[in-house]
């Protein structure tokens, strides 16, 4: 029997997912496209003679200004372009046999320059004025209440930007089905809101190519593509364009887009952490629709900066929930001469992760609680095998199966009234997992999904594999399952997660307990007041509750300026903490007595190079001098040290950017003159300073993770947020977060 959750079953879809959709080997019709290879045109596509002129076989062999002009081709700056998109490298007005052209330039993954060339629609548009209703959009998302509320926000923005007669925005589970969550339609349309989409409308080259490309207009279904003249490159392999605003569409898609009724339609990528999870799709019944180059690039920025506040937005209401869930199991668990797993396994843990029963075992003990099936192991070995895992910002993954009778038919007899586990591993073979009972519940689709069209020749072999006729609403009643595994259900699990490893850390050693004790009475109990200043600041053990070496302090001077401090020495437990505090202790002697950054670095240098020969530390030590904003518009000024540490970042109404600091060796190592420098705040502008453990991730490059502190701190000056969307619920590292915020936020 298929299962409806899962949608329908693909097997026989490896047809469409095997078609090379980057290398179509021809383009759309509405412009023109050029591809150059050692600055000479190797390939033109077919319709150059009938928008341009020239037939393609003239072109070939000659160099860009010798087809397009001197000038176009100045405009055009080839020796700056790079990989990626067609809007990488801006967009170029040029002119054209007298008419206006909007052109693009990108390099393609074999090396050779695309140029894209379309005709300006409209002769007289401003090119700025799709801007401006994208950035008045962008406003207006930072009023917004509800994630709801943004998706709907999305979807008339764009639809305002683009004029397209219907815009969607769809959310990808974690199978890719998708879900339409925000809708703005012209009037007369039937609506598709909450109507769910299985993944094989997306084959994976597809979705591979969403997540390089990040927008794509079909400006007419019913177009001819036009071919590559000649149809491949030099070498003889075929042109990837893989980036190409005309790349020709893939008749498969075409065809579905024809039996949804669709005459255009344009989709733009919505991304987390360089993967796709939602996008933007935008359909016209009426016949063809082209907005320009520049609406594109428009309704693109419009829709990258609502996806981040989207997400930034998910990462708010998932640190509620986290926050809930660990203040709940912090009221429940108490009993500290109870084993682990007795302590947790309660009639409390079941209402405050919303399931049926629990199985906790930690070391020789095993509790359970509420429904659970008869061969727990079996369950759980049989689910940790088969599922794909899922981290959801945990840095061990969770497994989950919401239909154990479909996808695990030999534990029928076991399971009882079990439809569903959520496996949980913990350190040293324990573990945590969850069971759900079954729960029957009504899906609609967009159309039926098990209603592809297979052609197969007298053998029986797949031939051909079409889309679905029809999309009109269509409802599936499914049984056996149970409620399925949110991304919420996930992350609660992780914090219960957490609360297990930090009970048997404590409970098994005694030096982390003093490390604790330590680590805390080294934090400032309060923060300094300044007047018309807001002062922020967050530390978070990492995962198990394992200290660190990290530590925030501020405090006011005799001369009533305010000591900044944030710093991180390496390693972990007793030492770490130890080394720490004295460093912590005499920086701020340091600082009371001489009131100088630069002198109490030096000092401090030198007290390590005496003392914690042994230990690598890393900080930032500033002194804010706050005051009435002067003429300059700066509202107080930060003279720091930065000794080895990670840049802080600056916030304003606008977005966020690292400050270029002045570096020094971290400390213990700064045998030279000691280097100030200085910050100058404006009225309402934050200073994040942070350790390196909110943005190390194993696996992850630290640049990537920099830019995604400082996209997130352009949209939300919530440490909490902050801290749940980087370092997520579980971390290998601890992390410290201090801001100073301006007078003047708005």
Same mark, same amino acid.
């Given at each position: 029997m298929q299962d409806p959750e899962h949608g329908p079953d693909d097997s026989d879809l490896d047809t469409c997912a095997a078609e090379p959709i980057h290398v179509p080997g021809a383009v759309q019709p509405r412009g023109v496209l050029l591809v150059l290879q050692d600055d000479v045109v190797v390939q033109a596509s077919a319709n150059l003679a009938e928008l341009l002129g020239p037939a393609p076989s003239d072109v070939l062999g000659l160099?860009?200004?010798?087809?397009?002009?001197?000038?176009? =081709?100045?405009?055009?700056?080839?020796?700056?372009? %790079? #990989?990626?998109?067609? &809007? =990488?490298?801006?967009?170029?007005?040029?002119?054209l046999d007298g008419r206006t052209w909007v052109a693009s330039t990108h390099r393609n993954p074999q090396g050779a320059v695309v140029v894209e060339l379309e005709p300006l629609v409209d002769q007289d548009a401003d090119p700025a004025e799709p801007y401006r209703t994208a950035y008045t959009v962008l406003a207006q998302a930072a009023t917004v209440g509800s994630l709801d509320d943004l998706y709907d926000l999305t979807a008339r923005g764009v639809r305002e930007v683009t004029g397209f007669d219907r815009v969607m925005v769809y959310r990808f589970d974690e199978d890719h089905h998708g879900q339409v969550v925000g809708e703005a339609l012209r009037p007369g349309l039937d609506p598709f809101l909450g109507h769910r989409y299985p993944a094989a409308d997306i084959p994976p080259q597809a979705r591979a190519l969403y997540e390089k490309s990040w927008l794509r207009l079909i400006h007419d279904v019913a177009s001819v593509p036009r071919p590559l003249v000649p149809p491949l490159l030099p070498a003889g392999e075929p042109t990837d364009l893989s980036f190409a605003s005309l790349r020709a569409v893939s008749p498969v898609h075409v065809e579905y887009l024809r039996n949804m009724g669709?005459?255009?339609?344009?989709?733009?990528?919505?991304?987390?952490?360089?993967? &796709?999870?939602?996008? /933007? !799709?935008?359909?016209?019944?009426?016949?063809?629709? %082209? $907005?320009? &180059?520049?609406?594109?690039? @428009?309704?693109? @920025?419009?829709?990258s900066g609502l996806s981040l506040q989207m997400v930034v937005r998910a990462a708010a209401d998932d640190a509620q929930h986290a926050r809930e869930v660990a203040r709940a199991l912090g009221a429940m668990v108490r009993a500290e001469d109870d084993p682990v797993a007795e302590a947790v396994a309660q009639p409390g843990l079941l209402r405050i992760l919303g399931v049926d029963g629990a199985v906790v075992r930690t070391g020789d003990v095993t509790a359970s609680v509420g429904l659970v099936p008869d =061969?727990?192991? !079996?369950? /759980?070995? @049989?689910?940790?095998?088969?599922?794909?895992?899922?981290?959801? +910002?945990? %840095? #061990? $993954?969770?497994?989950t199966s919401h239909d154990l009778r479909l996808e695990h038919p030999e534990l029928a007899g076991r399971l009882g009234d079990v439809a569903g586990a959520l496996v949980a591993p913990l350190p040293d073979g324990d573990l945590l997992a969850l069971f759900r009972r079954e729960v029957a519940r009504e899906l609609t689709w967009g159309g039926d999904p098990h209603a592809k069209t297979v052609d197969r020749d007298e053998d029986g072999a797949v031939v051909r594999v079409g889309p679905r006729q029809s999309f009109a609403a269509w409802r599936e009643a499914v049984h056996g399952t149970c409620e399925p595994w949110s991304d919420h259900d996930v992350r609660a699990a992780l914090v219960a997660r957490r609360t297990i490893v930090e009970l048997l850390y404590r409970r098994s050693r005694p030096d982390l307990g003093a490390a604790l004790v330590l680590q805390h009475s080294s934090l400032p109990a309060e923060l300094p007041t300044v007047p018309g200043w807001e002062l922020e600041a967050r530390y978070r053990p990492a995962e198990g509750g394992s200290v660190g070496g990290d530590w925030y302090d501020a405090f006011e001077l005799p001369d009533g300026r305010a000591a900044l401090v944030i710093g991180d020495?390496?390693?972990?437990?007793?030492?770490?903490?130890? !080394?720490?505090?004295?460093?912590?202790? +005499?920086?701020r002697t340091l600082l009371l007595e001489h009131r100088d950054v630069a002198t109490a670095a030096a000092g401090l240098d030198r007290l390590a190079r005496t003392l914690l020969t042994d230990d690598m530390a890393t900080v930032l030590v500033g002194i804010l001098e706050a005051g009435p904003a002067d003429a300059d518009g700066v509202a107080g000024v930060v003279d720091y040290v930065c000794a080895g540490h990670l840049p802080p970042v600056l916030a304003d109404t606008?977005? !966020?950017?690292?400050?270029?600091? /002045?570096?020094?060796?971290?400390?213990?190592?700064?045998?030279?003159? /000691?280097? @100030?420098?200085?910050?100058?705040?404006?009225?309402?502008?934050?200073?994040?300073?942070? %350790?390196?453990?909110l943005v190390e991730r194993r696996g992850t490059r630290l640049l990537e993770r920099l830019e995604d502190l400082r996209s997130t701190v352009g949209l939300t000056r919530d440490?909490?947020?902050?801290?749940?969307?980087?370092?997520? &619920?579980?971390s290998d590292d601890d992390s410290t977060m201090l801001m100073i915020t301006a007078p003047g936020r708005r």
């Open positions: 160099s860009l200004p010798a087809v397009l002009g001197d000038d176009a =081709a100045a405009a055009l700056r080839l020796d700056d372009v %790079t #990989e990626g998109g067609p &809007l =990488a490298d801006g967009l170029r007005r040029v002119t669709v005459g255009a339609s344009m989709s733009i990528s919505l991304l987390r952490g360089g993967r &796709l999870w939602g996008m /933007v !799709a935008c359909h016209h019944v009426d016949g063809p629709h %082209t $907005p320009s &180059l520049e609406v594109r690039a @428009a309704a693109e @920025a419009l829709a =061969a727990p192991d !079996a369950v /759980v070995e @049989a689910v940790r095998r088969a599922a794909r895992p899922r981290k959801d +910002g945990g %840095t #061990e $993954p969770v497994y020495v390496a390693g972990h437990g007793l030492p770490a903490a130890s !080394a720490m505090n004295q460093l912590r202790n +005499g920086l606008h977005g !966020a950017r690292f400050v270029e600091v /002045v570096r020094n060796p971290p400390v213990g190592a700064m045998r030279q003159a /000691v280097r @100030a420098g200085r910050i100058e705040l404006a009225p309402g502008e934050s200073l994040l300073l942070y %350790t390196d453990g440490l909490e947020v902050i801290e749940h969307k980087l370092a997520g &619920l579980e």
